[in-house]
């Protein structure tokens, strides 16, 4: 007989680990999927928007919120999910192996969570973003995200190395200034956005000295303290940090496939408390359309849990009535 769970959650990001939990905890059979590629698998800067400490380290929290929905219950799985079928009360997830998993199964759930997150897109070294990662994320060498990590630059000199815009450039710019005025832009020519079709004239009127140029090789003999980029010409910017403006890409490929609404950039788009027009799927994380916080996407993941615990009630709960209007809907009871 196959088994079918009442939910099965695709991410073991923050959203999704804290949606296992809390589901977990309230005694459903939840199933968690993760291919294990989101940033915070890898990620050993510093974490400072989570409440309850000074200071987190990126994946030692992430294994943290793991254990925790173990311990409550919660299954895990490292496997990539392709494909998402049917309809509530019964959806079908298919997984294939890939270079970081080797399940291939098929799993069935009343109710699906996606919490897939987003793609960044790194710099590229010598043509290859691959050659970035070795300093992404990692020792608090280089950073991404200026709402979480700009105080982490106080008084360093700071590389922004840019993968988009200007616009992006200057925001990033603009928002470390705040703690360093030791800042240089690197406008980087193979860049996602073509820098041929950008108005550089903004940044000379910027107060932020800037170049262009395409990464032949990256040095970090001591992150956070000295690293630098060597050019193709041959010139070598020194910093203490990194800061990439990059682009990312909403990881939203499974649910378009099954009908989910997304935006323009692909963001998932759902009500308030993170429900899918498509009855049974509820969504959590960055890959909608929030700020990419681990604490938001802790709190999304918690608020969808809680309408997709209430959505499964249990038998006596149709007929009552309830003081609150979100549990009444998330029922079905209108």
């Not at 219950?73 to 079928?85: L, M, N, P, Q």
């Not at 073509?194 to 992150?223: A, H, M, V, Y």
């Not at 041959?234 to 990439?244: D, E, I, P, T």
């Not at 969504?283 to 604490?295: H, K, L, N, W």
Request: aromatic share 8%; net charge neutral.
């Amino acid at each position: 007989m196959v088994k079918i769970y009442d939910a099965i959650i695709i991410g073991g990001g923050p959203a999704g680990c804290s949606a296992a939990l809390h589901l977990a905890y309230h005694k459903r059979s939840v199933l968690v999927l993760d291919r294990g590629t989101s940033p915070m698998h890898f990620h050993t800067n510093s974490i400072l928007n989570f409440p309850g400490s000074v200071y987190h380290e990126g994946r030692s929290l992430l294994r943290s919120i793991q254990g925790e929905a173990r311990a409550a219950g919660a299954e895990f799985i490292a496997a990539d999910v392709i494909e998402i079928s049917g309809r509530y009360p019964d959806f079908k997830i298919k997984t294939s192996p890939s270079y970081r998993t080797n399940d291939e199964s098929e799993y069935h759930a009343k109710l699906l969570l996606i919490a897939t997150g987003t793609s960044r897109k790194h710099p590229r070294v010598n043509g290859q973003w691959r050659g970035w990662l070795p300093v992404a994320n990692v020792g608090n060498g280089a950073f991404y995200c200026p709402d979480c990590e700009a105080p982490l630059c106080k008084d360093k000199e700071v590389l922004i190395v840019n993968t988009g815009s200007v616009g992006s450039a200057l925001h990033v710019a603009n928002s470390l200034s705040r703690f360093t005025d030791k800042i240089q832009i690197l406008m980087t020519e193979d860049a996602y956005v073509p820098i041929e079709n950008q108005d550089l004239s903004k940044l000379d009127s910027s107060p932020f000295p800037w170049t262009k140029g395409k990464i032949k090789s990256i040095s970090f003999p001591r992150p956070g303290v000295v690293q630098s980029v060597t050019l193709a010409d041959g010139r070598k910017l020194k910093a203490n940090v990194f800061f990439v403006a990059f682009v990312d890409v909403a990881r939203s490929e499974l649910a378009q496939q099954i009908g989910v609404e997304v935006d323009a950039k692909g963001n998932i788009l759902t009500d308030h408390r993170g429900k899918t027009k498509i009855e049974g799927i509820w969504s959590a994380g960055d890959v909608r359309p929030i700020t990419q916080q681990v604490a938001t996407a802790v709190g999304t993941g918690n608020y969808a849990a809680v309408m997709m615990n209430q959505f499964l009630g249990n038998a006596h709960e149709q007929e009552k009535e309830f003081d609150h209007p979100d549990h009444r809907r998330a029922l079905h009871i209108e």
